[in-house]
């Protein structure tokens, strides 16, 4: 016979006495916790095909025997799978063989312009020995000044296009006054140069730096300016900007490729 065992209102609830079965249990006193979520174990790769098969056999084995699943859903699936599986792994080649294109354009912009670079030093290179070889010579230009050596050695050179006949030389010196005066019996047309020495100049020309007109008349017509070149020994060369400057009698900077002619 099991005997009740009457409990009071005042009791100390925090009795260790065991409770009797069959009796209430008091209900917990206080706030539910709240429950944890699930944590689902992290992939960091995503559903790779191992995954996507273990998942597809679990489907199988646990399938509703009365309701099996489709062999074509299957297939399908599969395919599904596959197609994204080659889209995936076409998307990452196209990505590697984007940066094996920008690296190629890279290195062939880097390379061009190495080229172009080694291509300017050897043209300036180039250039600054032709200049060299021309100290001595003499270099034509367009102008009017005339270089006159010591000795009155000197060249003169126009262009009388159709204009033939007889010549006529007019020198002046810096201050603009005429020095001399000179003929040359015949002229005839097109580009043409003169040596100093045989043109018959009243007076003589000393050594120095003077500007010329040159006039042709026709046989019984009046004289008429030609154009003219200026013209002198190139005596030295410098560098500007890695150009080279050529320095005609010894006053008279040119680029040398401002040259029109060189005369030996």
């Known amino acids: ?21 069959g009796t209430a249990v008091a209900p917990p006193v206080g706030p539910l916790a709240p429950s944890q979520p699930r944590v689902l174990p992290a992939n960091p790769s995503g559903m790779g095909r191992d995954e996507f098969l273990k998942l597809l056999v679990s489907q199988l084995k646990n399938q509703d025997p009365l309701n099996p699943m489709d062999g ?101 010196d810096e201050k603009g006054q005429i020095v001399s005066s000179g003929t040359v019996a015949k002229v005839g047309a097109g580009p043409q140069a003169f040596d100093l020495r045989d043109v018959a100049f009243d007076p003589p020309l000393t050594g120095g730096k003077y500007t010329f007109k040159f006039e042709v008349a026709a046989s019984g017509g009046q004289p008429r300016q030609v154009k003219t070149y200026s013209s002198g020994r190139i005596t030295g060369m410098k560098y500007e900007q890695g150009n080279p400057i050529l320095i005609i009698g010894d006053s008279l900077s040119v680029p040398m490729s401002q040259l029109t002619q060189i005369r030996g």
Do not use: C, H
């Open 72 to 172: 074509k859903d299957m297939a399908a699936q599969l395919a599904q799978f596959s197609t994204v599986e080659q889209l995936i792994a076409m998307n990452k080649t196209m990505d590697s063989a984007q940066e094996t294109a920008t690296a190629t354009a890279d290195a062939i912009k880097a390379l061009e312009i190495t080229q172009n670079d080694r291509a300017d030093e050897l043209a300036q290179l180039i250039e600054g020995q032709m200049a060299m070889s021309t100290v001595g010579k003499v270099g034509v230009t367009t102008g009017n000044t005339l270089f006159v050596d010591r000795d009155g050695a000197g060249t003169l050179v126009i262009d009388s296009g159709t204009l033939t006949g007889a010549g006529y030389v007019t020198v002046t």
């Open 1 to 21: 016979m099991i005997t009740a065992v009457r409990t009071s209102m005042y009791a100390d609830t925090t009795s260790t006495t065991p409770t009797i079965p």
